[in-house]
């Protein structure tokens, strides 16, 4: 029998920087390594110590990617931690500006980063020489989800519109009806993308473990829940997602910590688990693309991860532009809350375009905050990429060196792991003299 390493550094078209290895012995796996490289960011510890409001704005640098995520999940439990309550309206628009964020990540990984792979080139420059019309129509869109995100939280990047119980600044009627024309295209594209990706082939590839979303039985939710799992149907209420439920370790050879549900059950978030999950949720042209794809549910292979964010564009969209008419018809008022601040603890369950997305804060009665806790979809994940690449690797054990390379690239790709979101950990030893 032949023995192989493969040893893949860097993963390429992924955020940050992350490295796998994989030894095997004939079609035997002996050891899989997800190496988070990157140096730790101890976000948690910036927090402590600051002023609630400060830490808003500190957690989103968390990532400039996934940076309204961070921002919309750390005024949410920041909010419940201090006691207030927004309103409806303030509520809305933040799933706008977060659906401004799901749209430009999303297309940015199934137009620039995955779609390459399925036509067989080594990145979206070299693949738009062959296909120019596809490569514009996917900037385009960025462009559009990234003035959604200026828009709602006045830049593209690190929203500075979003306070505790409110905006700063709501959108016109004019700047709303200019934003609604964008969406429609983005619709338009969107479907395009559906089109383009119904005939591509996905590696054959399934591994039923259980699978994590957030969850409230009457909607699609991206921004507040419980917790559910696909196999167990076990309902976890949010504030309880460290008790009897995740568990985090630490392993010498990541900065990212690895968990599991109970200290041993490998679990997975994702896109693909959200529609397993609320499927029944999604609007009904999401729905059409299901049927279009043949996607069959509950889905247990990772590389449909990509058919399912083209299945959240659509259902993005939709309620991004349902919203926007509502507002259109009625103009948004300035409801900004006022209150006073409590000593307390809040946190909140949140679904980043990732996965599943965990904040949790004290804070005492003067607003500081004293413990702050948070578990990115990329640290709930990394466990389950290594569990992947044990049980794909054998598959792939008569193909070239090359060929095997580029489908563990794919698998890891196909989590878009959010690299440098997950690198909150790191082990000292203390050695006497």
Do not use: W
């Amino acid at each position: 029998m032949t023995k192989k390493t493969y040893h893949i550094e860097h993963i390429c078209r992924v955020e940050g920087h992350g490295n796998l290895l994989v030894e095997m012995d004939g079609e035997t796996v002996k050891k899989v390594e997800m190496q988070v490289v990157e140096g730790a960011r101890f976000f948690e510890g910036f927090a402590v110590g600051r002023k609630y409001d400060e830490a808003i704005n500190i957690m989103s640098r968390i990532c400039a990617i996934c940076s309204v995520s961070h921002q919309l999940s750390a005024v949410s439990a920041l909010e419940r931690s201090v006691g207030i309550k927004p309103s409806d309206q303030v509520q809305e628009f933040r799933v706008l500006l977060d659906h401004g964020e799901n749209l430009q990540s999303h297309i940015l990984h199934v137009g620039m980063l995955a779609l390459p792979d399925f036509l067989g080139y080594d990145g979206a420059i070299q693949m738009a020489t062959d296909y120019p019309n596809e490569v514009k129509l996917v900037l385009r869109m960025k462009r559009i989800a990234n003035d959604l995100q200026a828009l709602i939280g006045g830049r593209e990047i690190h929203p500075v519109n979003i306070k505790p119980g409110g905006f700063g600044l709501y959108p016109t009627t004019h700047q709303l009806e200019e934003m609604k024309k964008k969406l429609l295209e983005f619709k338009d594209g969107t479907q395009v993308l559906a089109d383009l990706y119904t005939f591509l082939e996905m590696p054959q590839y399934e591994n039923k473990t259980e699978q994590v979303a957030v969850y409230d039985g009457k909607s699609y939710p991206f921004l507040e829940g419980d917790l559910k799992c696909l196999l167990s149907g076990k309902v976890q209420p949010a504030d309880d997602y460290k008790k009897d439920f995740i568990v985090e370790d630490v392993r010498a050879y990541s900065t990212a910590k690895f968990s599991t549900l109970n200290g041993d059950v490998v679990y997975y978030v994702s896109p693909l688990a959200r529609v397993n999950i609320n499927h029944d949720f999604l609007s009904d042209d999401a729905k059409a693309l299901i049927i279009q794809f043949g996607l069959k549910l509950p889905s247990f292979n990772p590389f449909a991860n990509n058919l399912a964010r083209v299945i959240e564009l659509m259902h993005c969209v939709d309620e991004a532009i349902a919203i926007v008419d509502k507002y259109i018809e009625t103009p948004p008022k300035d409801d900004n809350k006022k209150f006073k601040i409590r000593a307390g603890t809040g946190t909140i369950a949140t679904e980043a375009p990732r996965g599943l997305l965990n904040h949790s804060y004290d804070v005492n009665h003067e607003g500081v905050i004293l413990r702050a806790d948070v578990i990115t979809p990329t640290a709930h994940n990394v466990n389950k990429i290594e569990d992947d690449a044990k049980k794909f690797a054998p598959l792939l054990a008569d193909k070239k060196d090359e060929e095997i390379e580029l489908f563990l690239n794919m698998l890891v790709r196909s989590y878009d792991p959010c690299i440098s979101c997950s690198a909150h950990a790191m082990q000292v030893t203390f050695k006497r003299t």
